[in-house]
């Protein structure tokens, strides 16, 4: 994994988004996206695509 940067801010349709930490697992080629949140943990808050 490799260190892209925190509070990465970017655009999706026009609405600014910010994601706590932005990481890049080297061997797959992939994004990993951590989003900190406070509070209890609902299913709801896992979005997979």
Same mark, same amino acid.
């Given at each position: 994994?490799?260190?892209? !940067?925190? $509070? @990465? %801010?970017?655009?999706?349709? +026009?609405?600014? *988004?910010?994601?706590?930490? *932005?990481? #890049?697992?080297?061997? $797959?080629? %992939?994004? @990993?996206?951590?989003? *900190?949140?406070?509070g %209890? #943990?609902?299913? !709801?808050? @896992? +979005? *997979?695509?």
């Amino acid at each position: 994994m490799a260190f892209v !940067g925190r $509070q @990465v %801010r970017f655009n999706v349709d +026009g609405d600014e *988004l910010v994601i706590d930490l *932005l990481l #890049f697992h080297v061997e $797959q080629l %992939r994004y @990993v996206v951590v989003e *900190l949140e406070i509070g %209890r #943990f609902e299913p !709801g808050h @896992v +979005g *997979l695509s």
